[in-house]
């Protein structure tokens, strides 16, 4: 047996062993959402009730569709601190421009035009000036937020114009009473889960993020890809935009400012996407998001300060990032990087 064959059948081994460990980690999280679930149905006042379960479907589709985002990038070894400021901008900016009296499609063009064009700069600086996509996110969302609220809009919050019902349905509307915004998630997930699986693109990610070196020998444009990347989180960002504003009608800035991109990060990692990258897909992000959306709406209803939330909260993404540490250690090749 020649040693390229060894080689090879040692990296085959490795593979399989990452991918079983990745559905026994999704099995486990799927477990404890269902019996999470059960336990709050029996336990909590007004869990199981109809307006709490819309109340939770909705918010569980736009941590889900961030997740998405979040998902793409971490698998080709990034990270991306500016979703919930993307969000919330290119939203206002549509909303915005409404109020002023573009027709409200065109506002939505142009916020979505804003989102590309703020993912590029950010995937450029990433992929061919090399600042950490850790720093650079950071400080585009800082950036973004401050031509937001200092620049862009007078207020925090900024309404939709009146009689825009159709917008509003993406939010607030069912179809077989089943609420749009799962709908919108759904199919998200499921353009996430073909673009991953069955394009080029989606196996240069994978391969992006699990050699970065050995993807540029192979051919594979890897700073191109960077910036695609953080152009389709950018796009899950404007989604859940459009359902958030639907939802209540308006856009609020001030949620740049809590911890909703802790909440997607905490998905993502337990829902098993190693920070070491090119491993995962939208399985996790869906196992993810049940677990996390479910302990959300029950600290809620238990009435937990925010502090409180934001200190259990905290613990469990150190531990998750323990966990992920442990089991997904850091090879040669990304400890030269710095990882992210």
């Known amino acids: 047996m020649t040693d390229n064959t060894k080689i090879n059948m040692k990296l085959e081994t490795e593979v399989t062993s990452k991918q079983r460990f990745v559905i026994k980690q999704e099995l486990i999280v799927a477990l404890a959402a269902v019996g999470l679930f059960a336990v709050f149905s029996f336990t909590l006042n007004n869990f199981f009730s109809a307006g709490n379960l ?69 995937g450029f600086l990433i992929a061919y000036i090399e ?5 650079a996110t950071l400080a585009v969302s800082a950036i973004i937020y401050g031509l937001g609220r200092g620049v862009i809009a007078d207020l925090d919050v900024n309404n939709i114009p009146n009689d825009l019902d159709w917008f509003v349905f993406l939010g ?30 989606g196996r240069f990610i994978y391969a992006l993020g699990d050699n970065p070196e050995t993807a540029r020998i192979t051919g594979i444009p890897v700073r191109p ?19 958030t504003a639907a939802s209540v009608a308006s856009m609020n800035m001030r949620i740049i400012n809590s911890t909703v991109i802790y909440d997607v990060l905490l998905v ?30 029950a600290m809620t209803i238990m009435d937990i300060s925010y502090t409180t939330q934001n200190l259990i909260k905290s613990a469990v993404l150190l531990l998750a990032l323990i966990i992920d540490a442990l089991l997904n250690p850091r090879d040669e090749q990304t400890a030269q990087q710095g990882d992210i």
């Open 54 to 122: 819309v109340t939770l479907v909705r918010n569980v589709s736009v941590l889900g569709m961030l997740s998405l985002g979040m998902a793409v990038v971490v698998i080709g070894r990034g990270v991306d601190l500016s979703l919930v400021a993307m969000m919330a901008v290119s939203l206002t900016v549509s909303i915005v421009l409404a109020n002023k009296g573009y027709s409200f499609p065109v506002a939505l063009l142009i916020g979505l035009i804003f989102v590309v064009l703020v993912a590029t700069i950010m």
């Open 172 to 201: 607030r509307g069912s179809i077989l009473s089943i609420p749009v915004s799962i709908w919108i998630f759904g199919f998200t997930a499921l353009f996430v889960y073909l673009f991953l699986q069955k394009t080029g693109l």
């Open 131 to 135: 600042i950490p996509a850790i720093f």
């Open 268 to 297: 993502v990692i337990l829902g098993g996407i190693g920070l070491s990258g090119g491993r995962g897909g939208v399985r996790n992000v869906l196992v993810g998001t049940a677990l996390i959306g479910l302990l959300l709406n």
């Open 225 to 243: 890809m960077i910036i695609i990347q953080y152009i389709l989180s950018g796009l899950m960002a404007f989604l859940a935009g459009m359902v």
